[in-house]
């Protein structure tokens, strides 16, 4: 098991940029593939990008591909996710999350195990 701790939301205006961080503990890091998913008020938690344990393999859901990045540090025991050109509809709730397998299961959610406490990302128009 992993524990995860998000940090880096924030406010910011359309068009503007955040980089969130998610650190883990434990020594077992770099064997999980790790995700990001959102939520936002009255809606439920979708998947938002997800990277292997070999950090070239990356997965995107189709509304952020192209403005955000995932990526990770192994010596860090750290996942972060780059956001840029943010969106109004890009307010939620973000977590992380690590999970031992790959393939279509990273985006879905009921497949994690280890999850964040979720750090809050709010976009003004």
């Known amino acids: 098991q992993v524990q995860l701790v998000e940090s880096g939301g924030g406010l910011v205006q359309a068009g503007g940029s955040l980089r969130l961080s998610c650190a883990a503990s434990g020594r077992t890091f770099s064997r999980y593939a790790m995700g990001w998913f959102r939520q936002a008020p009255g809606k439920e938690r979708e998947f938002v990008a997800a990277?292997?344990?070999?950090?070239?393999?990356?997965y995107y859901a189709d509304s952020v591909k192209g403005r955000f990045t995932i990526s990770r540090d192994n010596a860090k025991n750290t996942v972060y996710l780059q956001m840029n050109s943010l969106k109004p509809e890009d307010t939620a709730v973000y977590y992380c999350a690590a999970i031992l397998r790959w393939g279509p299961v990273v985006a879905d959610r009921s497949m994690y195990e280890n999850w964040g406490q979720g750090t809050q990302v709010t976009v003004s128009s």
């Open positions: 990277i292997n344990w070999t950090p070239s393999i990356t």
